[in-house]
T-cell receptor
Framework: NAGVTQTPKFQVLKTGQSMTLQCAQD?????MSWYRQDPGMGLRLIHY???????DQGEVPNGYNVSRSTTEDFPLRLLSAAPSQTSVYFC????????????FGQGTRLTVV | QQQVKQSPQSLIVQKGGISIINCAYE??????FPWYQQFPGKGPALLIAIRPDVSEKKEGRFTISFNKSAKQFSLHIMDSQPGDSATYFC????????????FGKGTRLSVIA
Protein backbone atom coordinates (compact mmCIF):
# COMPACT_ATOMS: atom_id res chain seq x y z
CA ASN A 1 0.00 0.00 0.00
CA ALA A 2 1.86 3.09 -1.26
CA GLY A 3 -0.38 5.75 0.35
CA VAL A 4 0.14 9.17 -1.22
CA THR A 5 2.80 9.37 -3.92
CA GLN A 6 4.19 12.64 -5.21
CA THR A 7 6.44 13.09 -8.21
CA PRO A 8 8.93 14.51 -8.79
CA LYS A 9 10.73 14.85 -5.46
CA PHE A 10 12.88 17.73 -6.69
CA GLN A 11 12.47 20.16 -9.57
CA VAL A 12 14.22 23.28 -10.80
CA LEU A 13 12.31 25.53 -13.16
CA LYS A 14 13.14 28.71 -14.97
CA THR A 15 10.87 31.71 -14.52
CA GLY A 16 7.96 31.48 -16.93
CA GLN A 17 8.11 27.73 -17.42
CA SER A 18 5.10 25.58 -16.66
CA MET A 19 4.98 22.17 -15.07
CA THR A 20 2.71 19.70 -13.34
CA LEU A 21 3.29 18.21 -9.91
CA GLN A 22 1.79 14.76 -9.73
CA CYS A 23 -0.10 13.29 -6.79
CA ALA A 24 -1.66 9.86 -6.61
CA GLN A 25 -3.28 7.97 -3.73
CA ASP A 26 -4.30 4.34 -3.58
CA UNK A 27 -6.53 4.48 -0.50
CA UNK A 28 -9.76 5.37 -2.36
CA UNK A 29 -9.92 8.65 -0.46
CA UNK A 30 -12.52 11.17 -1.60
CA UNK A 31 -10.69 14.19 -0.31
CA MET A 32 -7.39 15.51 -1.66
CA SER A 33 -5.57 18.78 -1.15
CA TRP A 34 -2.38 20.63 -2.00
CA TYR A 35 -0.35 22.65 0.50
CA ARG A 36 2.82 24.65 0.21
CA GLN A 37 5.28 24.90 3.06
CA ASP A 38 7.53 27.90 3.45
CA PRO A 39 9.82 28.74 6.39
CA GLY A 40 7.88 30.46 9.15
CA MET A 41 4.62 30.22 7.19
CA GLY A 42 3.48 26.73 8.06
CA LEU A 43 1.30 24.78 5.65
CA ARG A 44 -0.86 26.92 3.42
CA LEU A 45 -3.68 25.44 1.39
CA ILE A 46 -3.53 25.97 -2.37
CA HIS A 47 -6.44 23.92 -3.76
CA TYR A 48 -8.56 21.03 -2.63
CA UNK A 49 -11.04 18.52 -4.01
CA UNK A 50 -13.94 16.78 -2.29
CA UNK A 51 -14.27 14.19 -5.04
CA UNK A 52 -13.72 13.51 -8.72
CA UNK A 53 -14.78 16.47 -10.82
CA UNK A 54 -15.00 18.89 -7.87
CA UNK A 55 -12.26 21.33 -6.90
CA ASP A 56 -12.09 24.54 -4.91
CA GLN A 57 -9.57 27.21 -4.02
CA GLY A 58 -7.70 27.43 -0.79
CA GLU A 59 -5.78 30.25 0.83
CA VAL A 60 -3.11 30.79 -1.87
CA PRO A 61 -4.51 29.62 -5.25
CA ASN A 62 -3.05 32.27 -7.57
CA GLY A 63 -0.69 30.87 -10.19
CA TYR A 64 -1.89 27.28 -9.73
CA ASN A 65 -4.50 25.12 -11.44
CA VAL A 66 -5.89 21.74 -10.46
CA SER A 67 -8.27 19.16 -11.87
CA ARG A 68 -9.63 15.90 -10.51
CA SER A 69 -10.66 13.53 -13.26
CA THR A 70 -10.22 10.38 -11.15
CA THR A 71 -10.45 9.55 -7.46
CA GLU A 72 -6.78 8.56 -7.41
CA ASP A 73 -5.06 11.54 -9.05
CA PHE A 74 -4.89 15.22 -8.19
CA PRO A 75 -2.23 17.04 -10.24
CA LEU A 76 -1.15 20.60 -9.50
CA ARG A 77 -0.21 22.76 -12.47
CA LEU A 78 2.02 25.80 -12.32
CA LEU A 79 1.00 27.97 -15.23
CA SER A 80 3.99 30.32 -15.45
CA ALA A 81 6.51 29.69 -12.70
CA ALA A 82 7.71 32.62 -10.59
CA PRO A 83 10.48 32.75 -7.95
CA SER A 84 7.76 33.32 -5.32
CA GLN A 85 6.58 29.77 -6.04
CA THR A 86 9.84 28.33 -4.76
CA SER A 87 8.58 26.10 -1.96
CA VAL A 88 7.99 22.56 -0.78
CA TYR A 89 4.66 21.25 -2.00
CA PHE A 90 2.68 18.58 -0.19
CA CYS A 91 -0.29 16.63 -1.41
CA UNK A 92 -2.63 15.11 1.18
CA UNK A 93 -5.66 12.87 1.14
CA UNK A 94 -8.29 11.82 3.65
CA UNK A 95 -11.29 9.55 3.66
CA UNK A 96 -13.85 12.31 3.40
CA UNK A 97 -14.28 16.05 3.76
CA UNK A 98 -10.67 16.70 4.75
CA UNK A 99 -11.44 16.69 8.41
CA UNK A 100 -10.33 13.27 9.46
CA UNK A 101 -6.75 12.05 9.40
CA UNK A 102 -4.90 13.53 6.46
CA UNK A 103 -2.19 11.40 4.86
CA PHE A 104 0.61 13.39 3.32
CA GLY A 105 2.99 12.59 0.51
CA GLN A 106 6.74 13.01 0.83
CA GLY A 107 6.68 16.42 -0.81
CA THR A 108 8.12 18.05 -3.92
CA ARG A 109 10.86 20.62 -3.45
CA LEU A 110 10.51 23.18 -6.23
CA THR A 111 13.03 25.90 -7.01
CA VAL A 112 12.22 28.60 -9.55
CA VAL A 113 15.23 30.53 -10.80
CA GLN B 1 -6.31 36.26 8.96
CA GLN B 2 -4.64 33.42 10.74
CA GLN B 3 -7.26 31.06 12.09
CA VAL B 4 -4.90 29.01 14.23
CA LYS B 5 -2.07 30.72 16.08
CA GLN B 6 0.80 28.54 17.29
CA SER B 7 3.61 29.30 19.68
CA PRO B 8 6.50 29.18 20.16
CA GLN B 9 8.08 29.16 16.72
CA SER B 10 11.01 27.16 18.03
CA LEU B 11 11.74 25.29 21.24
CA ILE B 12 14.82 23.73 22.75
CA VAL B 13 14.31 21.21 25.55
CA GLN B 14 16.71 19.06 27.52
CA LYS B 15 16.38 15.32 27.20
CA GLY B 16 13.90 14.10 29.79
CA GLY B 17 12.17 17.46 30.04
CA ILE B 18 8.64 18.48 29.11
CA SER B 19 7.97 20.14 25.77
CA ILE B 20 4.89 22.36 25.59
CA ILE B 21 3.47 23.84 22.42
CA ASN B 22 0.41 26.07 22.46
CA CYS B 23 -2.28 26.88 19.92
CA ALA B 24 -5.24 29.24 19.92
CA TYR B 25 -8.15 29.44 17.52
CA GLU B 26 -10.92 31.90 16.72
CA UNK B 27 -13.57 29.89 14.87
CA UNK B 28 -15.93 28.39 17.45
CA UNK B 29 -17.24 25.99 14.80
CA UNK B 30 -13.97 24.04 14.89
CA UNK B 31 -14.58 20.65 16.45
CA UNK B 32 -11.51 18.61 15.56
CA PHE B 33 -8.01 19.49 16.74
CA PRO B 34 -5.13 17.30 15.54
CA TRP B 35 -1.41 17.63 15.98
CA TYR B 36 0.96 16.63 13.18
CA GLN B 37 4.63 15.72 13.46
CA GLN B 38 7.06 16.31 10.61
CA PHE B 39 10.62 15.04 10.37
CA PRO B 40 13.08 16.68 7.95
CA GLY B 41 12.48 15.64 4.36
CA LYS B 42 9.18 13.95 5.18
CA GLY B 43 5.54 14.87 5.00
CA PRO B 44 3.60 15.64 8.18
CA ALA B 45 1.98 12.68 9.92
CA LEU B 46 -0.87 12.61 12.41
CA LEU B 47 0.40 12.38 15.98
CA ILE B 48 -2.68 12.78 18.16
CA ALA B 49 -6.07 14.47 17.91
CA ILE B 50 -8.84 15.63 20.23
CA ARG B 51 -12.51 16.54 20.02
CA PRO B 52 -13.88 19.37 22.21
CA ASP B 53 -16.04 17.07 24.30
CA VAL B 54 -12.98 16.10 26.36
CA SER B 55 -10.41 18.29 28.09
CA GLU B 56 -7.45 15.97 27.74
CA LYS B 57 -6.23 13.08 25.61
CA LYS B 58 -3.12 11.08 26.30
CA GLU B 59 -1.25 8.68 24.05
CA GLY B 60 1.99 7.47 25.54
CA ARG B 61 4.24 10.45 26.24
CA PHE B 62 2.03 12.81 24.21
CA THR B 63 -0.91 14.66 25.75
CA ILE B 64 -3.31 17.21 24.30
CA SER B 65 -4.92 19.61 26.76
CA PHE B 66 -8.00 21.42 25.52
CA ASN B 67 -9.65 24.54 26.97
CA LYS B 68 -12.86 25.23 25.09
CA SER B 69 -13.75 28.45 26.90
CA ALA B 70 -10.33 29.95 26.20
CA LYS B 71 -10.27 28.52 22.67
CA GLN B 72 -6.83 27.08 23.30
CA PHE B 73 -5.20 23.69 23.10
CA SER B 74 -1.70 22.50 23.75
CA LEU B 75 0.61 19.56 23.15
CA HIS B 76 2.71 18.25 26.02
CA ILE B 77 5.56 15.86 25.35
CA MET B 78 6.67 14.21 28.56
CA ASP B 79 10.18 12.81 28.99
CA SER B 80 11.24 14.41 25.71
CA GLN B 81 13.77 12.43 23.68
CA PRO B 82 16.17 13.42 20.89
CA GLY B 83 14.01 11.34 18.54
CA ASP B 84 11.16 13.76 19.21
CA SER B 85 13.10 16.51 17.47
CA ALA B 86 10.82 17.54 14.64
CA THR B 87 8.44 20.25 13.54
CA TYR B 88 5.00 20.09 15.14
CA PHE B 89 1.87 21.58 13.64
CA CYS B 90 -1.43 22.10 15.35
CA UNK B 91 -4.52 22.17 13.16
CA UNK B 92 -8.26 22.59 13.36
CA UNK B 93 -11.29 21.82 11.26
CA UNK B 94 -15.04 21.38 11.23
CA UNK B 95 -15.73 17.65 10.96
CA UNK B 96 -18.98 18.12 9.08
CA UNK B 97 -17.57 20.78 6.80
CA UNK B 98 -15.98 20.63 3.38
CA UNK B 99 -12.92 22.71 4.04
CA UNK B 100 -9.60 21.06 4.81
CA UNK B 101 -7.53 21.35 7.92
CA UNK B 102 -6.27 24.78 8.90
CA PHE B 103 -2.72 24.57 10.21
CA GLY B 104 -0.71 26.65 12.60
CA LYS B 105 2.69 27.91 11.47
CA GLY B 106 4.59 25.13 13.20
CA THR B 107 7.05 24.74 16.05
CA ARG B 108 10.52 23.40 15.50
CA LEU B 109 11.42 21.29 18.53
CA SER B 110 15.00 20.35 19.32
CA VAL B 111 15.63 17.95 22.18
CA ILE B 112 19.24 18.06 23.30
CA ALA B 113 21.08 15.51 25.41
Amino acid sequence: NAGVTQTPKFQVLKTGQSMTLQCAQDMNHEYMSWYRQDPGMGLRLIHYSVGAGITDQGEVPNGYNVSRSTTEDFPLRLLSAAPSQTSVYFCASSIYRGSTEAFFGQGTRLTVV
Amino acid sequence: QQQVKQSPQSLIVQKGGISIINCAYENTAFDYFPWYQQFPGKGPALLIAIRPDVSEKKEGRFTISFNKSAKQFSLHIMDSQPGDSATYFCAASVLSGNTPLVFGKGTRLSVIA
